[in-house]
């Protein structure tokens, strides 16, 4: 499993994070040994139980695993917005801050929109905090929305969307950041089968022109072997990492044996068997 | 519904309502040959309040009170929503001082007025300090609850975006409150309005309570119950005048 | 392996609950250290609050009024709150049931009990006390109105709130109107008004305070205003805490008697931050 992720590493496609005097760790995201648990109302429920997985820069890893398994926990924690229990999480060679960490851009389960403000402030908000002008966060987040398909819905409230166009104001707001490291939790989640298609294809195409490094959650194992370089399976709760199966490029193409094989073998790791048909 | 039938309930019917309480207010008197000082009749009174705004002493009386009430009211505010706002983001803060505000909570602000009188004479600074503490303990009661029940996305959200704890404070939670903190400043208002009222039942150089009281003293009675239905209308007015502002600043919803 | 680790970063549970008392006990020192500074810097300023006298003399002229009229003060102006709230709350639910289940009655009525409501019953003191004097009545006029109000939307609403299926479950009974009016509309009608009641408590002890220092003839009010006008400071914040302890009394030992009486329903009015 290691030797995986190793080889993946090495093989990493023309890493941008790796340009000029390069730290070894630059654009990677580690997870090392975390635990964590929630201890409210005097209930206290262990949820990530020995969690340890390294996603090379520029690489998307997939995280899949039974709901209420900690996924979107595991998001928290990389993203600074919980502190692990014990264990860390290290982005760049260093721990992740607890707080805002401006290499960081992410899409919640939730879409957590603000609904005072319009779609259109919502997504340049976060470009105003770190520092564009006006003008400038508002060309950008134009610029995303049409990316995401909503170029009518700019001026509109969040209450006025359905879920999945809140969900996709939510993902052009996290895009917008241009960040090193985007976290997606479910973001296609409430989107229709078909946009889910097509956003997919959008989502690899403004990948490969930033190359961020990716920590995508998602129910949907073919979504995940389209767009993750690995999939890191998770068990129940208290969840550790069960498995981390490497996507190779021609796995991909859905017309081929190779792809059954990989969709396969991951819905056998999540205790679906392929014998059902 | 049909439009008629509409009509009738929402228009018709209330005013037969209210032409039948003039109509049993104006027989009584007849009947019972009421002197004016006990209860004068409903054209008396709408005589009286005719005979009032033509009056310079009346609108003083009114402007009087009505500054008590927006300088306290402002300063209440001001304070309860910053005091609110730490008890609801600062859990140690919360817990420090929950019990002190819950206590005072209960002197109820009308018990204050014999200490304002005593502090601050019948001086207009009494009636403002005194709406203050009203309006104070109302906000900031609303505001920490407000805080509290903010969705937590939102504050993941700021934090994810780059608002550290001051702007996220300031920007999410005070806004996501917003449409609670509205409802509350409305209540607010009403509490400050007859807070100023009853302190000047009590100790007063001039406004709308003062002039009342003397009225009733006097055994005119007839400007009594004209200067309740100014009180009446002007609390009417500020709930909203508040409550069109409030509206104007949530056009989200 | 990383077990002792979790030990040690797991949150110690039972220290929240203690960490409420401490700092709640070290909010209250702190405000009356605060208190009793002030009335030291004050006690010679001269200015406009030259009259703070310390925690400890309050506290004392607390005791020195326990032991002499506290307690006749306090009959006094209970016996006006408990008539007038009494009073307040059956003429309530009366003219609520018959205006919540008239719709005609509610029709004409309702527009006027509206437009009387925001107006707080303390506009009503100096016209009470022209019709009632300065006794008993005008008060017991003044909590009742003061209750009435805040009752009166509860008891609307509640004798409107006969849920569906219990109107079809009773016409399948065969239950004629006084039955389905005494077996669905009151106990509904009455669980809020129950509410109300509470809600209007601190209504009406407002009431009582304000008519009391107005029309001061007995009760805490009235030895309010005594002090007060002889300028006996202690003895004006003692008689404020004890309208304070009075109000949390009765709040509490009705919030008591309520869930009490209604244990099925899950009063978020209760909490009170
Ligand atoms: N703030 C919280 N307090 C207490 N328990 C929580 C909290 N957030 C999540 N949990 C619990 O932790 C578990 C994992 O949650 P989550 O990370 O959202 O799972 P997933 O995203 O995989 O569905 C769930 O059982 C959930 O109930
Ligand atoms: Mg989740």
Not at chain 1, 3 to 21: D, I, Q, V, Y
Not at chain 1, 243 to 270: G, H, M, N, Q, W
Not at chain 2, 22 to 29: D, N
Not at chain 2, 203 to 211: E, N
Request: charged residues 15%; positive net charge; glycine residues 8%.
């Amino acid at each position: 499993m290691s030797t995986n992720l190793e080889s993946l590493a090495t093989l990493a496609r023309s890493p941008h994070a790796t340009t000029g005097t390069s730290r070894a760790h630059e654009g990677e995201l580690v997870v090392e040994n975390v635990f964590h648990r929630y201890v409210f109302a005097g209930r206290d429920t262990e949820v990530l139980h020995d969690v340890s997985f390294r996603i090379a820069a520029g690489q998307v890893a997939c995280v899949v695993g039974p709901s209420g398994c900690g996924k979107s926990t595991l998001l928290g924690l990389a993203a600074g917005l919980l502190r692990p229990s014990a264990g860390t999480v290290r982005w760049d060679g260093t721990p992740v801050r607890l707080g805002p960490n401006p290499h960081l851009g992410m899409a919640f389960q939730q879409p957590g929109l603000f609904p005072w403000m319009s779609v259109r402030k919502n997504v340049a908000i976060g470009l105003r905090t770190r520092g564009y002008d006006r003008r400038e966060a508002r060309r950008i987040a134009d610029e995303f929305l049409d990316t995401v398909g909503l170029h009518d819905f700019k001026d509109a409230y969040p209450r006025h969307l359905s879920g999945g166009m809140a969900q996709r104001v939510g993902i052009a707001r996290a895009l917008a950041l241009k960040p090193r490291l985007l976290l997606l939790d479910e973001p296609f989640a409430a989107v229709d089968a078909f946009t889910r298609l097509k956003l997919q294809q959008e989502f690899k195409s403004l990948l490969a022109l930033s190359r961020p490094t990716v920590l995508f959650v998602t129910h949907d194992v073919p979504e995940a072997i389209a767009l993750g370089d690995l999939i890191v399976v998770m068990s129940k709760r208290p969840a550790s990492v069960q498995t981390i199966i490497p996507v190779a490029r021609e796995e991909r193409d859905r017309a081929s044996p190779a792809y059954a094989r990989k969709l396969a073998e991951t819905l056998a790791c999540l205790g679906v068997t392929s014998d059902m048909t | 519904m049909t439009s008629t039938q509409a009509i009738s309930r929402r228009v018709l019917l209330p005013a037969i309502g209210v032409a039948m309480v003039l109509a049993i207010w104006e027989a009584t008197v007849v009947f019972y040959k009421l002197p004016a000082i006990v209860l004068p009749s409903p054209f008396a009174v709408v005589a009286t309040l005719v005979d009032l705004v033509q009056t310079s002493a009346f609108w003083r009386d009114v402007g009087v009170s009505l500054y008590e009430f927006v300088v306290g009211y402002a300063i209440g505010v001001a304070l309860g929503v910053a005091v609110g706002m730490l008890v609801g983001e600062r859990p140690m803060f919360r817990m420090a001082a929950t019990p002190v505000i819950e206590s005072l909570r209960f002197i109820v602000p009308f018990a204050w007025i014999p200490l304002t009188i005593l502090w601050f004479g019948t001086s207009y600074a009494g009636k403002i300090a005194l709406v203050a503490y009203a309006v104070f303990f109302v906000m900031v009661v609303s505001t920490a609850r407000a805080i509290a029940q903010v969705e937590p996305t939102l504050s993941r959200v700021g934090t994810m975006l780059g608002m550290g704890p001051w702007r996220l404070a300031w920007k999410v939670h005070l806004r996501a409150a917003a449409p609670m903190l509205a409802s509350a400043a409305r209540a607010a208002a009403a509490i400050g309005w007859i807070a100023v009222v009853a302190a000047e039942y009590i100790g007063a150089s001039a406004g709308l309570g003062l002039m009342i009281t003397n009225a009733a003293t006097s055994l005119t009675t007839s400007v009594v119950i004209a200067g309740m239905i100014v009180i009446g209308v002007v609390g009417a007015g500020v709930s909203a005048l508040i409550g069109a502002a409030s509206r104007a600043w949530l056009d989200y919803r | 392996m990383a077990t002792p680790a979790i030990a040690a970063h797991a949150p110690p549970r039972l220290s929240l609950r203690a960490l409420r008392v401490v700092l709640g006990v070290a909010g209250v020192v702190v405000a009356i250290g605060v208190w009793w500074l002030l009335s030291r810097l004050l006690a010679h300023g001269g200015g406009v609050i030259n009259r703070l006298p310390p925690p400890l003399a309050v506290f004392y002229e607390l005791v020195h009024y326990a032991r002499g009229d506290l307690w006749r003060d306090l009959v006094f102006s209970l016996r006006v709150f408990a008539i007038g709230w009494g009073v307040g709350v059956v003429l309530a639910t009366v003219t609520g049931l018959v205006l919540g289940r008239s719709q005609l009655l509610g029709d004409i009525f309702l527009p006027i009990v509206e437009a009387i409501r925001p107006v707080s019953s303390i506009v009503w003191v100096p016209l009470s006390i022209v019709w009632f004097g300065f006794g008993l009545t005008s008060k017991v006029f003044l909590v009742g109105l003061a209750v009435y109000l805040v009752v009166i939307v509860y008891a609307i609403d509640g004798s409107r709130r006969v849920p569906p299926d219990l109107e079809r479950t009773a016409t399948m009974l065969g239950m004629n109107e006084w039955q389905r009016f005494v077996s669905l509309v009151l106990p509904g009608t009455l669980t809020e008004v129950l509410i109300g009641s509470r809600v209007a408590l601190m209504a009406g002890w407002g009431t009582v305070i304000v008519a009391e220092l107005v029309a001061a003839d007995s009760g805490l009010g009235a030895h309010l205003i005594g002090v007060e006008q002889s300028y006996d400071v202690p003895a004006v914040m003692a008689a404020m805490i004890c309208f304070g302890l009075a109000g949390f009394v009765m709040n509490a030992a009705f919030s008591f008697v309520e869930r009490r009486l209604t244990p099925w329903r899950h009063d978020h009015a209760t909490e009170t931050s």
